[in-house]
């Protein structure tokens, strides 16, 4: 199974409240651009999970339009931060049969995951900026077993995309 870590694109940084927070223009593009260098990269995924928040929401929503996701965004809250990966994958059991899934989150918590996803011992290692996209292989549906593809910022991500 492979998961993509998908970080939000850039929000604006003042709402009513946090979760209220939506896209920038600048971030709409971000996520368009996330999404069609998926889509140039073969990308073929069965889930597209998302945190609640806004501007996540809107992340995965773009993105799974530029990808011709044929199925719903589902909102999960152990996508939003204070999750533990044991609790996430935890949740997100059900799935583990499936081929390609794309979680959509926010920082510090992909980090967090995909740190504990791989075995390795500091999150500080992998910082997602906003619309960076991780790729990470799991054979087994545990923390530690899995195996870091590949991590892609805005720049590569743009480069692909304009194939």
Known sequence: MKLYLLRHATAVDVAPSDTERELT??????????????????????????????????????AAKVLKFPGDVEFREELANNTTTSALLKALKPLAAAGEIMLVGHMPALSEHLAALIGAESAQAFPLGKASV??????????????????????????????
């Open 25 to 62: 223009h600048e971030g709409r593009e971000e996520a368009q651009i996330a999404g069609a260098a998926l889509a140039e990269l073969g990308v073929r995924l069965s889930h597209i999970l998302s945190s609640p928040l806004l501007r996540a929401r809107q992340t995965a929503e773009i």
């Open 134 to 163: 991780a790729c990470i292989e799991l054979e087994q549906w545990r923390a530690g077993t899995g195996q870091l593809r590949w991590l892609m910022r805005q720049k590569q991500l743009r480069e692909i995309a304009a194939r």
